[in-house]
């Protein structure tokens, strides 16, 4: 397992129960997670005084309740990155903190590239991976079909001093979008994509992670260059192991190109406890040249 240990603004404080009691900068927040699947040991103050905490409904969702008034959003800092975090009303934050792993890898091969990079990233959310890329020097193609989270992005370049860096932001369906650029013969030299278990398209095409990855990927394999630098899938669906992600990666761009394949898990050290809580998997395809 790959660990995000690095972080000196988020911290996995304590878990159990179903959930999780984390450091955002200053604010502490307390949220629900399904892999937490152990007791708690003890619920002392600092859980019981969180900041923020996340009630999951028993008939779906749920809703935030907050001890002391929060700023709408505050910023948090992972090296040269800083990022918006605002409580969502799915829970969520805007990042995810394990992630990093992935990011100090994207900023290293692509400055060891020495040559000029070109990467697109799918599904690229709050653009975790597009700032990284960004500040490691690539001309970045970010793409997601959410309007805020493409915005949220933009501003978490701007936080990070990437205003200016060569960054496109596209509103628009992943699947469409990678159509366009196959008629259009535009290429990349790195591909991120963390697509969803479900979804639906502007016509309501299905897409199921299980049924149609393989195809999706095969679909990027043409508008990846003739000197690729690295592919990388991130997976939250449950059920799906890295050596899935492995099989795909071999059966797809590993023929065609050779090069070497990396997949495991990612996951964030718990303070309390020598624990880890496991956060989703990964599989990335690296040159060899």
Request: charged share 25%; with cysteine; glycine share 8%.
């Amino acid at each position: 397992m790959r660990m995000a240990q690095d972080w000196q603004d988020y911290e996995l404080l304590d878990t159990g129960n179903g959930e999780k009691l984390e450091r955002w900068g200053n604010v502490i927040l307390r949220r629900p997670d399904p892999q937490i699947i152990w007791p708690l040991v003890s619920e002392n103050d600092e859980w019981r005084k969180a900041d923020g905490h996340y009630h999951r409904s028993n008939s779906g969702g749920g809703q935030w309740t907050f001890r002391k008034t929060l700023p709408e959003r505050w910023s948090i800092s992972y090296g040269p990155l800083r990022f918006h975090i605002k409580p969502t009303n799915f829970k969520h934050t805007g990042l995810f903190p394990e992630q990093a792993v992935n990011w100090s890898w994207i900023m290293d091969t692509i400055r060891s590239a020495d040559r000029p990079i070109r990467v697109l990233n799918l599904f690229a959310y709050t653009g975790g991976a597009t700032v990284a890329a960004a500040a490691a020097g690539a001309d970045v193609c970010h793409v997601d079909a959410a309007k805020g989270m493409v915005q949220w992005a933009k501003e978490n370049a701007q936080l990070s001093g990437l205003q200016d860096a060569p960054i496109r932001y596209i509103t628009d369906d992943v699947f469409k979008f990678v159509q366009r650029e196959q008629r259009r013969e535009r290429q990349y030299d790195a591909i991120i994509m963390d697509p969803p278990s479900y979804g639906r398209g502007p016509n309501g095409e299905m897409w199921k992670l299980e049924e149609n990855l393989f195809p999706f990927l095969e679909s990027c394999m043409s508008i990846l260059s003739d000197r690729p630098l690295f592919v990388l899938i991130n997976s939250y669906t449950t059920g799906i192991s890295p050596t899935v992600l492995r099989n795909l990666l071999h059966l797809s761009i590993g023929r065609k190109f050779g090069g070497t394949i990396d997949c495991g898990e990612i996951g964030l050290p718990i303070t309390r406890s020598s624990l880890t809580l496991p956060c989703g998997i990964y599989g990335r395809w690296e040159s060899d040249k």
